[in-house]
């Protein structure tokens, strides 16, 4: 474990965002695979290559949800999915 945070006072409001926030790691691996690291291959750059690649399997690995954060957003991450489904079912 790198590290913790901790929380009081959620709810069925603030949980999902909270608990998956982690899954924003992801967005910001992706770019820095398509800005960085694949045009630093393409310009045969393979020390900077080697270090970017470093840098996006760290992003990439780290925006996976432990367990006890799917937990505890699953109930907030239904709700939300459920409100949104019906505002789409209700405009379409």
Known sequence: MLGSVGF????????APVAFA???MLGLGWLLYEH???PTFLMSNYL?????????ACSLFSCI?????I????????MYGSV??????FVH
């Open 8 to 15: 009081t006072n959620l709810n069925i409001w603030n949980a």
């Open 22 to 24: 982690p899954l924003l």
């Open 36 to 38: 960085w690291m694949l």
């Open 48 to 56: 900077i290559w080697v270090a970017s690649g470093y840098v996006v």
């Open 65 to 69: 949800p432990s367990t006890t954060d």
């Open 71 to 78: 937990k505890v957003g699953a109930v907030s991450g239904l």
């Open 84 to 89: 949104g489904f019906g505002l789409w079912h």
